[in-house]
């Protein structure tokens, strides 16, 4: 909830005259970097785009003096404007204020302003000017200019691919912190969305993409933050399950996607065309699949190795890709619609699983029996029994689970 009624010092702002532009700037605990970021912010806003804008910085439970500090800078600087919520999460900050916010283009960046403030009218020109429903940075196209370490480069691939194998993502990179969205697609889609923490992003761009709106994809330059606060672990754990439940919610049916896209003007949604039979195409389509799953399996293996060890690393990242796996082949490979045996495909597919846990566990107790390996020669041997496992599981999945018989 927004607490302004107690803060009565603060500036109000002039509600008659709305701003083309409303950029969210989420924080906690900030108090050190707040202000030099948003005077960069707002000198670039002034003086390099030609659209009023309003700066609106959702301090989401600082137990700092975020909020002071905050507070100083409306006294100081134009178009800015500070609100309080009670409960911390960026997901739910954002919907805090988009949700109010009268503007007609609704943004957000990341406080540490890793992206270059170049990329913004990019960003909010295609949104402007009607083309586009939703625009997001992105880190992973080729024109983007990204510094940061192996890992989080790792990570950020490995989870877009996830998205891709399980979700059907088009979209290049859901979490870069740095997007924007017309109000009246917000207003349309922010009650769907029902993460309030990082996985919000990709949530509302899954939705968007399932509505049938256009979203439109800016090449950034970034720079990582080297004092970066985010649990990388938790942060990943609380993604995949975000996962699972959108990818359920899809399944299902639960979400109304056809009444977003009547309400939004959009053509209703299109029979899904049958997946061809033939074994090539089926391999095709498999092999993406698999290349998504193996990337998502080493993204999830590096991310828990540190804490957890090779063996159970190894354990935790094969299920959670499996049946990620299971599912992405049911639809996309195979063809399989519905609910109708669902739940023993998943059985089934944890069975072949089975297999190919034992393969990748022998495959780590083999190298371990002969020395310490490094983790890159970890890598490459899980590569390896992962392809051989790969190989059987189609075979299996092909003449066991999805036609129910072993032939």
């Not at 989080?152 to 996830?162: A, F, I, K, Q, T």
């Not at 991310?303 to 354990?315: C, K």
């Amino acid at each position: 909830m927004t607490d302004l009624a107690a803060r009565p010092s603060l500036p109000t702002y002039d509600v008659a005259a709305p701003p083309v532009l409303d950029v969210v700037v989420p924080v906690h605990n900030e108090e050190a970097d707040l202000a030099g970021s948003i005077r960069r912010l707002h000198q670039h806003l002034s003086t390099q785009l030609p659209y009023s804008f309003r700066i609106t910085i959702a301090d989401n439970a600082s137990t700092d003096s975020t909020f002071d500090v905050a507070a100083g800078l409306t006294r100081e600087l134009a178009h800015l404007r500070v609100v309080h919520l009670q409960d911390k999460g960026r997901g739910r900050a954002l919907r805090d204020v988009w949700s109010r916010s009268d503007a007609d283009v609704l943004a957000y960046m990341d406080v540490d302003l890793s992206t270059d403030l170049n990329a913004f009218l990019p960003l909010v020109a295609s949104l402007v000017s009607g083309h586009s429903d939703i625009a997001i940075g992105t880190r992973l196209a080729r024109g983007s200019r990204v510094v940061r370490g192996a890992r989080r480069e790792v990570l950020s691939r490995g989870y877009n691919l996830v998205l891709r194998g399980a979700l059907a993502a088009r979209f290049s990179d859901a979490q870069c912190g740095f997007k924007a969205i017309r109000r009246d697609v917000a207003e349309q889609l922010l009650p769907l969305v029902e993460d309030t923490g990082w996985f919000f992003d990709t949530e509302l761009l899954v939705l968007a993409q399932r509505s049938g709106l256009r979203i439109h994809e800016v090449p950034v330059d970034w720079v990582d933050d080297p004092d970066s606060r985010v649990d990388l672990v938790a942060t990943a754990v609380a993604d995949l399950r975000g996962v699972a439940r959108v990818g359920r919610a899809l399944a299902t049916g639960r979400l109304p996607l056809h009444t977003v896209r009547s309400q939004l003007g959009r053509a209703p949604l299109a029979p899904p065309a049958e997946v061809p039979a033939t074994l090539t195409r089926q391999l095709v389509r498999f092999a993406a699949v698999g290349v998504a799953s193996t990337l998502a399996y080493l993204f999830l293996f590096l991310l828990l190795r540190p804490g957890l060890g090779a063996q159970a690393s190894n354990l935790v990242a094969l299920l959670l890709t499996a049946v990620a796996n299971t599912a992405a082949n049911r639809r996309v490979t195979f063809g399989v619609r519905g609910q109708a045996d669902r739940a023993r495909h998943q059985v089934q597919g944890l069975a072949v699983f089975g297999l190919g846990l034992a393969l990748t566990s022998g495959s780590l107790a083999l190298v371990h029996a002969t020395g310490d390996p490094s983790r890159a020669v970890e890598v490459v041997v899980l590569v390896l029994a992962n392809l051989a496992a790969t190989l059987l599981r189609f075979v299996l999945l092909r003449r066991w689970v999805f036609t129910g018989r072993l032939t």
